[in-house]
Protein backbone atom coordinates (compact mmCIF):
# COMPACT_ATOMS: atom_id res chain seq x y z
CA UNK A 1 0.00 0.00 0.00
CA UNK A 2 1.64 3.55 -0.72
CA UNK A 3 0.75 5.82 1.53
CA UNK A 4 -0.87 8.74 0.14
CA UNK A 5 -1.31 10.78 3.69
CA UNK A 6 -5.61 10.60 2.91
CA UNK A 7 -7.87 8.90 5.38
CA UNK A 8 -9.39 5.88 4.88
CA UNK A 9 -10.86 2.78 5.97
CA UNK A 10 -9.61 -0.75 6.92
CA UNK A 11 -10.55 -3.92 5.55
CA UNK A 12 -12.22 -4.62 8.87
CA UNK A 13 -14.40 -1.20 8.46
CA UNK A 14 -12.10 1.27 10.72
CA UNK A 15 -11.50 4.25 10.11
CA UNK A 16 -7.80 5.56 9.92
CA UNK A 17 -7.63 9.30 9.66
CA UNK A 18 -4.66 11.39 8.94
CA UNK A 19 -1.29 11.99 10.07
CA UNK A 20 -1.13 12.56 14.12
CA UNK A 21 2.51 11.96 14.62
CA UNK A 22 5.25 12.33 11.48
CA UNK A 23 9.01 11.16 12.70
CA UNK A 24 11.22 13.09 9.95
CA UNK A 25 14.71 11.89 9.41
CA UNK A 26 15.54 11.06 12.80
CA UNK A 27 18.91 10.02 13.97
CA UNK A 28 19.83 10.08 17.64
CA UNK A 29 23.39 9.28 19.01
CA UNK A 30 25.41 8.44 22.07
CA UNK A 31 28.59 9.42 21.88
CA UNK A 32 29.69 7.32 19.15
CA UNK A 33 26.95 4.88 18.56
CA UNK A 34 24.59 5.86 16.70
CA UNK A 35 21.39 4.30 18.19
CA UNK A 36 18.71 5.59 15.02
CA UNK A 37 20.04 6.44 12.13
CA UNK A 38 18.24 8.71 9.54
CA UNK A 39 14.26 6.91 10.29
CA UNK A 40 11.48 8.60 8.65
CA UNK A 41 7.79 7.65 9.59
CA UNK A 42 4.55 8.90 10.50
CA UNK A 43 1.42 7.30 12.92
CA UNK A 44 -1.98 8.31 11.93
CA UNK A 45 -5.11 8.42 13.96
CA UNK A 46 -6.96 5.30 14.45
CA UNK A 47 -4.33 2.91 13.72
CA UNK A 48 -2.28 0.36 15.52
CA UNK A 49 1.11 0.78 14.84
CA UNK A 50 3.61 -1.37 15.13
CA UNK A 51 7.61 -1.25 15.95
CA UNK A 52 9.51 -4.85 15.59
CA UNK A 53 13.16 -5.32 15.07
CA UNK A 54 16.07 -7.50 16.90
CA UNK A 55 17.29 -6.43 19.94
CA UNK A 56 19.43 -3.48 19.99
CA UNK A 57 17.16 -2.34 16.77
CA UNK A 58 16.71 1.17 18.28
CA UNK A 59 12.88 0.36 18.84
CA UNK A 60 12.71 1.34 22.64
CA UNK A 61 15.14 4.25 21.48
CA UNK A 62 12.32 5.28 19.33
CA UNK A 63 9.51 5.46 22.16
CA UNK A 64 11.79 7.25 24.30
CA UNK A 65 12.62 10.18 21.57
CA UNK A 66 8.25 10.14 21.47
CA UNK A 67 7.83 10.58 24.75
CA UNK A 68 10.26 13.31 25.53
CA UNK A 69 13.38 11.40 27.42
CA UNK A 70 15.59 11.52 24.21
CA UNK A 71 16.31 14.52 22.10
CA UNK A 72 17.84 13.44 18.78
CA UNK A 73 20.95 15.40 16.83
CA UNK A 74 19.20 15.50 13.95
CA UNK A 75 15.79 15.18 12.31
CA UNK A 76 11.84 16.79 13.67
CA UNK A 77 9.20 15.35 15.47
CA UNK A 78 5.86 16.67 14.25
CA UNK A 79 2.46 16.15 16.29
CA UNK A 80 -0.98 16.98 15.09
CA UNK A 81 0.29 18.85 12.23
CA UNK A 82 2.84 20.93 14.01
CA UNK A 83 6.57 20.86 15.06
CA UNK A 84 7.09 19.61 18.54
CA UNK A 85 10.25 21.51 19.74
CA UNK A 86 12.40 19.72 22.37
CA UNK A 87 10.12 18.69 25.33
CA UNK A 88 10.78 17.08 28.80
CA UNK A 89 9.02 13.79 29.54
CA UNK A 90 5.81 15.48 31.50
CA UNK A 91 5.53 17.95 28.52
CA UNK A 92 4.90 15.73 26.41
CA UNK A 93 2.37 14.04 28.72
CA UNK A 94 0.21 17.32 28.61
CA UNK A 95 -0.11 16.74 24.93
CA UNK A 96 -1.57 13.82 25.37
CA UNK A 97 1.17 11.44 24.63
CA UNK A 98 0.78 8.52 27.45
CA UNK A 99 2.87 5.23 27.48
CA UNK A 100 4.06 1.48 29.58
CA UNK A 101 7.24 0.45 30.24
CA UNK A 102 9.29 -2.52 29.14
CA UNK A 103 9.96 -3.00 32.78
CA UNK A 104 6.84 -2.24 34.56
CA UNK A 105 7.19 1.40 36.24
CA UNK A 106 4.28 1.37 38.66
CA UNK A 107 4.43 3.09 41.59
CA UNK A 108 4.93 0.56 44.33
CA UNK A 109 4.02 2.23 47.15
CA UNK A 110 0.75 2.85 46.18
CA UNK A 111 -2.83 1.28 45.71
CA UNK A 112 -3.80 0.15 41.91
CA UNK A 113 -6.44 2.87 42.33
CA UNK A 114 -4.01 5.93 43.14
CA UNK A 115 -1.42 4.52 40.70
CA UNK A 116 -4.88 4.51 38.09
CA UNK A 117 -5.75 7.97 39.59
CA UNK A 118 -2.14 9.50 39.12
CA UNK A 119 -2.62 8.92 35.37
CA UNK A 120 -5.34 11.63 35.01
CA UNK A 121 -2.81 14.35 36.90
CA UNK A 122 -2.83 15.90 33.63
CA UNK A 123 -6.30 16.58 33.87
CA UNK A 124 -6.53 17.77 37.72
CA UNK A 125 -6.24 21.54 37.98
CA UNK A 126 -6.80 22.36 41.25
CA UNK A 127 -4.29 24.20 43.06
CA UNK A 128 -2.58 23.65 46.95
CA UNK A 129 -4.92 25.90 48.88
CA UNK A 130 -8.31 24.33 47.33
CA UNK A 131 -6.73 20.54 47.91
CA UNK A 132 -5.60 21.55 51.65
CA UNK A 133 -9.47 22.23 51.97
CA UNK A 134 -10.62 19.19 50.19
CA UNK A 135 -14.07 20.11 50.45
CA UNK A 136 -15.61 22.06 47.42
CA UNK A 137 -13.30 22.39 44.02
CA UNK A 138 -10.47 19.35 45.24
CA UNK A 139 -13.75 16.84 46.54
CA UNK A 140 -15.79 17.57 43.57
CA UNK A 141 -12.70 17.35 40.76
CA UNK A 142 -11.20 13.90 42.61
CA UNK A 143 -14.92 12.34 42.54
CA UNK A 144 -14.82 13.02 38.64
CA UNK A 145 -11.84 11.87 37.48
CA UNK A 146 -12.53 8.90 40.27
CA UNK A 147 -15.44 8.24 37.94
CA UNK A 148 -13.36 8.09 35.01
CA UNK A 149 -10.98 5.95 36.22
CA UNK A 150 -13.35 3.32 37.55
CA UNK A 151 -14.74 3.03 34.12
CA UNK A 152 -11.36 2.42 33.08
CA UNK A 153 -10.96 -0.26 36.14
CA UNK A 154 -14.21 -2.03 34.60
CA UNK A 155 -13.02 -1.95 30.81
CA UNK A 156 -9.78 -3.27 31.92
CA UNK A 157 -11.47 -6.01 34.56
CA UNK A 158 -9.88 -5.06 37.82
CA UNK A 159 -12.52 -4.15 39.58
CA UNK A 160 -11.17 -6.85 42.44
CA UNK A 161 -7.86 -5.84 43.00
CA UNK A 162 -8.75 -2.01 43.15
CA UNK A 163 -8.09 -1.29 46.73
CA UNK A 164 -4.70 -3.45 46.77
CA UNK A 165 -1.27 -2.14 46.91
CA UNK A 166 0.70 -2.94 43.43
CA UNK A 167 3.50 -4.57 44.74
CA UNK A 168 1.70 -7.31 45.67
CA UNK A 169 0.22 -8.06 42.38
CA UNK A 170 1.55 -11.07 40.04
CA UNK A 171 3.45 -9.87 36.78
CA UNK A 172 0.67 -10.28 34.24
CA UNK A 173 -1.79 -8.24 36.42
CA UNK A 174 0.96 -4.99 36.88
CA UNK A 175 1.38 -5.21 33.26
CA UNK A 176 -2.68 -4.39 33.02
CA UNK A 177 -2.38 -1.71 35.41
CA UNK A 178 0.21 0.10 34.20
CA UNK A 179 -1.98 0.08 30.72
CA UNK A 180 -5.18 1.44 32.83
CA UNK A 181 -2.68 4.02 34.04
CA UNK A 182 -1.68 4.98 30.72
CA UNK A 183 -5.18 4.86 29.45
CA UNK A 184 -6.29 7.55 32.35
CA UNK A 185 -4.94 10.10 30.77
CA UNK A 186 -7.12 9.40 27.91
CA UNK A 187 -3.92 10.15 25.57
CA UNK A 188 -4.38 10.71 22.05
CA UNK A 189 -1.16 8.38 21.16
CA UNK A 190 -0.23 5.47 23.12
CA UNK A 191 2.46 3.79 23.62
CA UNK A 192 3.24 0.26 24.47
CA UNK A 193 6.52 -0.87 25.13
CA UNK A 194 6.45 -4.55 24.88
CA UNK A 195 3.09 -5.32 26.15
CA UNK A 196 2.99 -9.18 26.27
CA UNK A 197 6.90 -9.41 27.64
CA UNK A 198 6.74 -12.12 29.71
CA UNK A 199 3.68 -13.07 29.45
CA UNK A 200 1.79 -16.67 28.52
CA UNK A 201 -0.73 -17.02 25.39
CA UNK A 202 -3.98 -16.58 28.00
CA UNK A 203 -2.49 -13.27 29.21
CA UNK A 204 -0.91 -12.49 26.05
CA UNK A 205 -4.69 -12.93 24.77
CA UNK A 206 -6.13 -11.10 27.02
CA UNK A 207 -3.90 -8.71 26.24
CA UNK A 208 -4.56 -8.37 22.87
CA UNK A 209 -7.79 -7.99 23.36
CA UNK A 210 -7.73 -5.32 25.64
CA UNK A 211 -5.71 -3.50 22.86
CA UNK A 212 -7.78 -3.99 20.23
CA UNK A 213 -10.59 -2.76 22.61
CA UNK A 214 -9.48 0.06 23.39
CA UNK A 215 -7.99 1.24 19.71
CA UNK A 216 -11.82 0.42 18.88
CA UNK A 217 -13.93 1.66 21.51
CA UNK A 218 -11.97 4.96 22.70
CA UNK A 219 -10.18 5.54 19.14
CA UNK A 220 -7.33 5.59 20.85
CA UNK A 221 -3.92 5.27 18.47
CA UNK A 222 -1.41 3.13 19.36
CA UNK A 223 2.17 2.47 18.80
CA UNK A 224 3.79 -0.47 20.14
CA UNK A 225 6.89 -2.47 20.33
CA UNK A 226 6.19 -6.08 20.32
CA UNK A 227 8.49 -9.56 19.57
CA UNK A 228 5.68 -11.82 19.24
CA UNK A 229 5.44 -12.18 15.73
CA UNK A 230 2.23 -13.81 15.69
CA UNK A 231 0.63 -10.77 17.76
CA UNK A 232 2.01 -7.98 15.66
CA UNK A 233 1.08 -9.63 12.51
CA UNK A 234 -2.84 -10.14 14.15
CA UNK A 235 -3.62 -6.55 15.85
CA UNK A 236 -1.41 -4.00 13.73
CA UNK A 237 -2.37 -1.85 10.58
CA UNK A 238 1.11 -1.15 9.76
CA UNK A 239 4.54 -2.06 10.60
CA UNK A 240 8.08 -0.16 10.96
CA UNK A 241 10.54 -2.80 10.85
CA UNK A 242 14.37 -1.60 12.47
CA UNK A 243 17.59 -3.31 12.81
CA UNK A 244 20.47 -1.67 13.82
CA UNK A 245 18.84 1.37 13.91
CA UNK A 246 18.40 1.59 10.32
CA UNK A 247 14.70 1.00 9.13
CA UNK A 248 14.25 -1.59 6.34
CA UNK A 249 10.57 -2.20 5.94
CA UNK A 250 7.52 -0.07 6.35
CA UNK A 251 4.03 -0.82 5.71
CA UNK A 252 1.14 -3.58 6.55
CA UNK A 253 1.91 -6.69 7.73
CA UNK A 254 1.09 -8.40 4.35
CA UNK A 255 3.85 -6.57 3.13
CA UNK A 256 6.39 -6.83 5.79
CA UNK A 257 6.52 -10.20 5.53
CA UNK A 258 7.20 -10.67 2.09
CA UNK A 259 9.75 -7.88 2.27
CA UNK A 260 13.38 -10.12 1.47
CA UNK A 261 15.03 -7.32 3.55
CA UNK A 262 13.02 -7.87 6.53
CA UNK A 263 12.91 -11.58 6.09
CA UNK A 264 16.62 -11.90 6.31
CA UNK A 265 17.36 -9.48 9.31
CA UNK A 266 14.52 -10.44 11.39
CA UNK A 267 12.15 -13.16 10.54
CA UNK A 268 14.29 -15.43 10.10
CA UNK A 269 15.65 -17.67 6.52
CA UNK A 270 17.18 -20.73 5.73
CA UNK A 271 20.87 -19.77 5.79
CA UNK A 272 22.47 -22.59 3.01
CA UNK B 1 -16.03 -7.40 65.64
CA UNK B 2 -17.25 -3.82 65.20
CA UNK B 3 -14.41 -3.23 63.00
CA UNK B 4 -15.44 -4.44 59.39
CA UNK B 5 -16.47 -3.09 56.69
CA UNK B 6 -19.16 -5.68 56.13
CA UNK B 7 -22.45 -4.16 55.78
CA UNK B 8 -20.91 -0.78 55.44
CA UNK B 9 -21.86 0.11 51.82
CA UNK B 10 -20.61 3.47 50.05
CA UNK B 11 -22.67 4.79 47.59
CA UNK B 12 -20.59 7.52 46.32
CA UNK B 13 -17.02 8.00 45.45
CA UNK B 14 -17.15 10.72 48.06
CA UNK B 15 -17.75 8.18 50.99
CA UNK B 16 -15.74 5.52 49.23
CA UNK B 17 -12.56 8.10 49.39
CA UNK B 18 -12.89 9.49 52.78
CA UNK B 19 -10.02 9.15 55.75
CA UNK B 20 -11.92 6.56 57.99
CA UNK B 21 -13.83 4.55 55.60
CA UNK B 22 -14.85 2.24 58.20
CA UNK B 23 -17.54 3.28 60.54
CA UNK B 24 -15.63 1.95 63.44
CA UNK B 25 -12.35 4.42 63.22
CA UNK B 26 -14.26 7.59 62.12
CA UNK B 27 -16.10 6.99 65.46
CA UNK B 28 -12.75 6.43 67.23
CA UNK B 29 -11.57 9.68 65.39
CA UNK B 30 -14.16 11.86 66.73
CA UNK B 31 -13.97 10.27 70.26
CA UNK B 32 -10.27 11.43 70.40
CA UNK B 33 -10.78 14.57 69.17
CA UNK B 34 -13.91 14.82 71.55
CA UNK B 35 -11.41 13.67 74.75
CA UNK B 36 -8.74 16.02 73.17
CA UNK B 37 -11.06 18.84 73.00
CA UNK B 38 -13.23 18.95 75.65
CA UNK B 39 -11.90 16.56 78.46
CA UNK B 40 -7.78 17.20 79.06
CA UNK B 41 -7.76 20.76 79.04
CA UNK B 42 -9.68 20.65 82.31
CA UNK B 43 -7.52 17.68 84.17
CA UNK B 44 -3.67 18.57 82.02
CA UNK B 45 -1.20 20.05 84.95
CA UNK B 46 1.96 22.22 84.56
CA UNK B 47 3.76 18.83 84.82
CA UNK B 48 1.89 16.66 81.69
CA UNK B 49 1.61 20.01 79.86
CA UNK B 50 5.33 20.76 79.66
CA UNK B 51 6.68 17.19 80.13
CA UNK B 52 4.49 15.50 77.38
CA UNK B 53 1.07 16.90 75.88
CA UNK B 54 2.66 20.21 74.32
CA UNK B 55 5.92 18.73 73.09
CA UNK B 56 4.19 16.16 72.00
CA UNK B 57 1.51 17.96 69.94
CA UNK B 58 4.42 20.53 68.59
CA UNK B 59 6.94 17.59 67.37
CA UNK B 60 3.46 16.10 65.77
CA UNK B 61 3.34 19.49 63.69
CA UNK B 62 7.22 19.07 63.38
CA UNK B 63 7.36 15.13 62.02
CA UNK B 64 3.86 15.70 59.80
CA UNK B 65 6.01 18.28 57.71
CA UNK B 66 8.82 15.65 57.30
CA UNK B 67 6.91 13.27 56.45
CA UNK B 68 5.36 15.18 53.37
CA UNK B 69 9.02 15.55 52.41
CA UNK B 70 10.70 12.30 53.48
CA UNK B 71 7.87 9.92 53.90
CA UNK B 72 5.67 10.99 50.78
CA UNK B 73 8.05 12.66 48.29
CA UNK B 74 10.84 10.31 49.16
CA UNK B 75 13.47 13.66 49.88
CA UNK B 76 15.49 12.95 52.40
CA UNK B 77 15.84 16.13 54.97
CA UNK B 78 18.28 16.70 57.72
CA UNK B 79 17.17 20.56 58.13
CA UNK B 80 14.54 20.40 60.05
CA UNK B 81 16.37 21.80 62.68
CA UNK B 82 16.84 25.01 60.87
CA UNK B 83 13.32 25.00 59.29
CA UNK B 84 11.78 25.07 63.09
CA UNK B 85 14.19 28.00 63.62
CA UNK B 86 13.06 30.21 60.76
CA UNK B 87 9.83 29.85 62.01
CA UNK B 88 11.13 30.56 65.56
CA UNK B 89 12.45 33.40 64.19
CA UNK B 90 10.10 34.68 62.26
CA UNK B 91 7.25 34.88 65.02
CA UNK B 92 9.97 36.38 67.31
CA UNK B 93 10.48 39.06 64.68
CA UNK B 94 6.70 39.39 63.91
CA UNK B 95 5.93 39.59 67.34
CA UNK B 96 7.97 42.10 68.35
CA UNK B 97 8.03 44.51 65.31
CA UNK B 98 3.87 44.30 65.01
CA UNK B 99 2.50 43.68 68.43
CA UNK B 100 -0.92 44.38 67.78
CA UNK B 101 -1.34 41.52 65.72
CA UNK B 102 -2.78 38.27 66.47
CA UNK B 103 0.11 35.65 67.55
CA UNK B 104 -2.38 33.30 65.66
CA UNK B 105 -1.44 35.24 62.51
CA UNK B 106 1.78 35.55 62.91
CA UNK B 107 2.65 31.60 64.13
CA UNK B 108 0.25 30.96 59.93
CA UNK B 109 2.46 33.96 58.65
CA UNK B 110 6.09 32.32 60.21
CA UNK B 111 4.76 29.52 58.33
CA UNK B 112 4.71 30.51 55.50
CA UNK B 113 8.11 32.21 55.87
CA UNK B 114 9.60 29.33 56.16
CA UNK B 115 7.74 27.66 53.57
CA UNK B 116 9.61 29.82 51.31
CA UNK B 117 12.79 29.53 52.75
CA UNK B 118 12.15 25.57 52.83
CA UNK B 119 11.38 25.87 48.71
CA UNK B 120 14.54 27.76 48.16
CA UNK B 121 16.73 25.05 49.92
CA UNK B 122 14.79 22.80 48.11
CA UNK B 123 15.92 23.68 44.81
CA UNK B 124 19.19 21.16 45.04
CA UNK B 125 16.59 18.54 45.00
CA UNK B 126 16.16 19.15 41.41
CA UNK B 127 19.82 17.49 40.61
CA UNK B 128 20.76 15.61 43.42
CA UNK B 129 19.03 12.49 45.09
CA UNK B 130 19.00 10.23 48.25
CA UNK B 131 22.61 10.72 50.66
CA UNK B 132 23.23 14.19 48.31
CA UNK B 133 20.45 15.48 49.04
CA UNK B 134 20.36 14.48 52.82
CA UNK B 135 23.63 16.32 52.77
CA UNK B 136 22.51 19.51 50.74
CA UNK B 137 20.11 19.93 53.50
CA UNK B 138 22.37 19.44 56.43
CA UNK B 139 24.20 22.63 54.81
CA UNK B 140 20.82 24.83 55.49
CA UNK B 141 20.85 23.55 58.63
CA UNK B 142 24.15 24.71 59.52
CA UNK B 143 23.59 27.79 58.04
CA UNK B 144 20.50 29.07 59.25
CA UNK B 145 21.31 28.24 62.94
CA UNK B 146 24.64 30.39 61.82
CA UNK B 147 22.96 32.86 60.42
CA UNK B 148 20.54 33.60 63.27
CA UNK B 149 23.62 33.36 65.75
CA UNK B 150 25.38 35.76 63.67
CA UNK B 151 23.05 38.58 62.55
CA UNK B 152 22.15 40.41 65.65
CA UNK B 153 19.10 42.09 63.32
CA UNK B 154 17.26 38.44 64.01
CA UNK B 155 17.77 38.35 67.68
CA UNK B 156 17.02 42.06 68.06
CA UNK B 157 20.38 42.75 69.41
CA UNK B 158 19.70 41.70 72.58
CA UNK B 159 22.80 41.25 74.57
CA UNK B 160 22.52 36.74 75.59
CA UNK B 161 22.01 36.57 71.66
CA UNK B 162 19.13 34.62 72.95
CA UNK B 163 15.26 35.30 72.14
CA UNK B 164 12.27 35.12 73.84
CA UNK B 165 8.78 35.39 73.34
CA UNK B 166 6.83 38.80 75.14
CA UNK B 167 3.45 37.87 76.58
CA UNK B 168 0.81 37.63 74.27
CA UNK B 169 -3.16 36.98 74.33
CA UNK B 170 -5.91 35.34 72.22
CA UNK B 171 -9.05 36.11 73.30
CA UNK B 172 -7.89 37.51 76.73
CA UNK B 173 -6.21 34.72 77.44
CA UNK B 174 -2.05 34.30 77.97
CA UNK B 175 -1.01 31.55 75.55
CA UNK B 176 3.04 32.92 75.47
CA UNK B 177 5.13 34.68 78.11
CA UNK B 178 5.59 33.34 81.79
CA UNK B 179 1.91 33.88 82.93
CA UNK B 180 0.63 31.15 80.55
CA UNK B 181 -1.59 28.61 82.06
CA UNK B 182 -1.06 25.29 80.95
CA UNK B 183 -4.47 24.36 79.41
CA UNK B 184 -4.02 27.79 77.72
CA UNK B 185 -0.41 26.38 75.86
CA UNK B 186 -2.11 22.90 75.41
CA UNK B 187 -5.33 24.33 73.70
CA UNK B 188 -3.57 26.51 71.31
CA UNK B 189 -1.00 23.84 70.63
CA UNK B 190 -4.06 21.16 69.93
CA UNK B 191 -5.86 23.75 67.39
CA UNK B 192 -2.45 23.83 65.38
CA UNK B 193 -2.49 20.32 65.14
CA UNK B 194 -6.13 19.18 64.55
CA UNK B 195 -5.69 21.89 61.50
CA UNK B 196 -2.73 21.17 60.81
CA UNK B 197 -3.38 17.07 60.18
CA UNK B 198 -6.41 17.94 58.43
CA UNK B 199 -4.68 20.16 55.96
CA UNK B 200 -1.73 17.82 55.81
CA UNK B 201 -4.08 14.62 55.06
CA UNK B 202 -6.18 16.48 52.18
CA UNK B 203 -3.18 17.18 51.11
CA UNK B 204 -1.64 13.82 50.76
CA UNK B 205 -4.94 11.82 49.31
CA UNK B 206 -5.26 14.44 46.47
CA UNK B 207 -3.36 14.79 43.29
CA UNK B 208 -0.69 16.94 44.58
CA UNK B 209 -0.41 13.96 47.01
CA UNK B 210 -0.05 11.39 44.26
CA UNK B 211 2.36 13.59 42.36
CA UNK B 212 4.22 13.22 45.33
CA UNK B 213 4.22 9.98 45.96
CA UNK B 214 4.77 9.31 42.42
CA UNK B 215 7.95 11.21 42.48
CA UNK B 216 8.98 9.06 45.67
CA UNK B 217 8.45 5.66 43.74
CA UNK B 218 9.59 5.67 40.56
CA UNK B 219 10.74 9.17 39.44
CA UNK B 220 10.91 8.44 35.80
CA UNK B 221 7.35 7.07 35.70
CA UNK B 222 6.20 9.96 37.06
CA UNK B 223 7.98 12.46 34.43
CA UNK B 224 5.95 10.40 32.17
CA UNK B 225 2.27 10.40 33.36
CA UNK B 226 2.83 14.19 33.09
CA UNK B 227 4.32 15.47 36.57
CA UNK B 228 6.70 18.24 36.74
CA UNK B 229 9.58 17.27 39.28
CA UNK B 230 10.31 20.73 39.88
CA UNK B 231 6.89 21.78 40.70
CA UNK B 232 6.05 18.51 42.66
CA UNK B 233 9.49 18.72 44.78
CA UNK B 234 9.40 22.36 45.16
CA UNK B 235 5.69 22.50 46.82
CA UNK B 236 6.41 18.88 48.93
CA UNK B 237 9.28 21.45 49.99
CA UNK B 238 7.20 24.02 50.92
CA UNK B 239 4.32 22.30 52.33
CA UNK B 240 6.45 20.35 54.70
CA UNK B 241 8.47 23.47 55.73
CA UNK B 242 5.01 25.05 56.04
CA UNK B 243 4.35 22.95 58.59
CA UNK B 244 7.63 22.20 60.06
CA UNK B 245 7.89 26.51 60.60
CA UNK B 246 4.57 26.32 62.37
CA UNK B 247 6.00 23.77 64.87
CA UNK B 248 9.52 25.86 65.76
CA UNK B 249 7.15 29.15 66.41
CA UNK B 250 5.24 27.00 68.76
CA UNK B 251 8.38 25.26 69.81
CA UNK B 252 9.70 28.88 71.15
CA UNK B 253 6.76 31.05 71.68
CA UNK B 254 4.67 28.53 73.93
CA UNK B 255 6.84 25.61 75.16
CA UNK B 256 9.95 27.12 75.53
CA UNK B 257 9.42 30.68 76.21
CA UNK B 258 13.61 31.71 75.20
CA UNK B 259 15.36 30.29 73.38
CA UNK B 260 19.42 29.94 72.22
CA UNK B 261 19.14 28.52 68.37
CA UNK B 262 21.80 26.48 68.23
CA UNK B 263 20.99 24.82 71.65
CA UNK B 264 16.79 24.11 70.88
CA UNK B 265 17.49 23.96 66.68
CA UNK B 266 20.60 22.08 66.88
CA UNK B 267 20.82 19.17 64.48
CA UNK B 268 20.00 16.87 67.19
CA UNK B 269 16.43 18.16 66.41
CA UNK B 270 16.75 17.69 62.69
CA UNK B 271 17.64 13.89 63.72
CA UNK B 272 14.96 13.51 66.49
CA UNK B 273 12.78 14.41 63.60
CA UNK B 274 13.75 12.15 61.38
CA UNK B 275 13.40 9.46 63.87
CA UNK B 276 10.08 9.97 64.82
CA UNK B 277 9.19 9.45 61.19
CA UNK B 278 11.16 6.55 60.67
CA UNK B 279 9.81 5.03 63.91
CA UNK B 280 6.29 6.31 63.40
CA UNK B 281 6.20 5.35 59.55
CA UNK B 282 6.88 6.68 56.43
CA UNK B 283 4.47 7.74 54.75
CA UNK B 284 1.88 8.31 57.31
CA UNK B 285 -0.15 11.32 59.08
CA UNK B 286 -0.66 8.66 61.98
CA UNK B 287 2.76 7.12 61.87
CA UNK B 288 3.94 10.90 62.44
CA UNK B 289 1.67 11.05 65.52
CA UNK B 290 3.04 7.68 67.08
CA UNK B 291 6.61 8.56 66.20
CA UNK B 292 5.85 12.07 68.11
CA UNK B 293 4.11 10.23 70.94
CA UNK B 294 6.80 7.43 71.08
CA UNK B 295 9.91 9.69 71.01
CA UNK B 296 8.35 12.56 73.42
CA UNK B 297 7.44 9.62 75.78
CA UNK B 298 10.11 7.30 76.14
CA UNK B 299 12.52 9.38 78.08
CA UNK B 300 9.66 10.34 80.23
CA UNK B 301 9.32 6.38 80.77
CA UNK B 302 12.33 5.63 81.08
CA UNK B 303 13.18 8.33 83.88
CA UNK B 304 9.80 7.06 85.69
CA UNK B 305 10.96 3.69 85.71
CA UNK B 306 14.81 4.01 86.42
CA UNK B 307 15.18 6.93 88.85
CA UNK B 308 11.55 6.75 90.31
CA UNK B 309 10.62 2.94 90.87
CA UNK B 310 14.12 1.84 90.45
CA UNK B 311 16.66 4.33 91.86
CA UNK B 312 18.90 4.38 89.46
CA UNK B 313 21.33 7.61 89.31
CA UNK B 314 19.38 10.02 86.51
CA UNK B 315 22.82 10.51 84.58
CA UNK B 316 22.78 6.49 84.01
CA UNK B 317 19.06 6.75 82.72
CA UNK B 318 19.83 9.44 80.30
CA UNK B 319 22.35 7.49 78.88
CA UNK B 320 20.37 4.48 78.79
CA UNK B 321 18.04 6.69 76.97
CA UNK B 322 20.28 7.51 74.00
CA UNK B 323 21.02 3.44 73.79
CA UNK B 324 17.35 2.27 73.67
CA UNK B 325 16.46 5.36 71.03
CA UNK B 326 19.81 4.41 68.67
CA UNK B 327 18.55 0.28 69.57
CA UNK B 328 15.07 1.07 68.65
CA UNK B 329 16.06 2.58 65.43
CA UNK B 330 18.27 -0.41 64.47
CA UNK B 331 15.21 -2.67 65.31
CA UNK B 332 12.52 -0.75 63.28
CA UNK B 333 15.00 0.12 60.39
CA UNK B 334 15.22 -3.93 59.81
CA UNK B 335 11.72 -5.28 61.36
CA UNK B 336 9.39 -2.78 60.67
CA UNK B 337 10.93 0.05 57.96
CA UNK B 338 7.18 1.26 57.70
CA UNK B 339 7.28 1.97 61.88
CA UNK B 340 4.42 2.10 63.79
CA UNK B 341 1.88 2.98 61.34
CA UNK B 342 2.61 0.01 59.68
CA UNK B 343 2.47 -2.35 63.06
CA UNK B 344 -0.96 -0.81 63.30
CA UNK B 345 -2.24 -1.52 59.83
CA UNK B 346 -1.15 -4.74 60.41
CA UNK B 347 -3.16 -5.17 63.58
CA UNK B 348 -6.63 -3.30 62.01
CA UNK B 349 -6.05 -6.19 59.03
CA UNK B 350 -6.35 -9.23 61.60
CA UNK B 351 -9.13 -7.03 63.81
CA UNK B 352 -11.02 -7.33 60.52
CA UNK B 353 -11.38 -10.84 60.17
CA UNK B 354 -11.01 -11.41 64.30
CA UNK B 355 -11.93 -13.46 65.64
CA UNK B 356 -12.28 -15.87 62.37
CA UNK B 357 -9.24 -16.87 60.63
CA UNK B 358 -9.82 -15.49 57.15
Not at chain 1, 178 to 206: H, S
Not at chain 1, 220 to 226: D, G, M
Not at chain 2, 122 to 137: C, D, E, H, M, W
Not at chain 2, 298 to 314: E, H, M
Amino acid sequence: MKDSGAPYVTADGRQIGKVLMDMRGITLRFGGVEAIKDISFDIREGEIRAMIGPNGAGKSSMLNVISGFYHPQEGEVWFRGEKRPPMKPFQVARLGIARTFQNIALFDGMSVLDNIMTGRLTHMKTGLLAQMVWKGPAEREEVENRAVVERIIDFLEIQAIRKTPVGRLPYGLKKRVELARALAAEPKLLLLDEPMAGMNVEEKEDMSRFILDVNDEFGTTIALIEHDMGVVMDLSDRVVVMDYGRKIGDGTPHEVRNNQEVIDAYLGVAHD
Amino acid sequence: MLYREAGDFKTTYAEDSQTFPIKFDRWRYWAVLAIAWLVIPFFVNDYWANAILVPFLIYSIAAIGLNILTGYCGQVSLGTGGFMAVGAYAVYKLMTAFPDVSILIHVVLAGLITAVVGAAFGLPSLRIKGFYLAVATLAAQFFLVWLFNKVPWFYNYSASGQISAPERFVGGIAVTGAETAPWAQYLICLAFVTICAVMARNLTRGSLGRQWMAIRDMDIAAEIIGVDPLRAKLTAFAASSFFIGIAGALFFAVYLGAVEVGEAFGIQKSFLVLFMCIIGGLGSIFGSFAGAAFLVLLPVALKVLGVDILGWPSSTVAHLQLVAVGGLIMFFLIKEPHGLAQLWRVTKEKLRLWPFPY
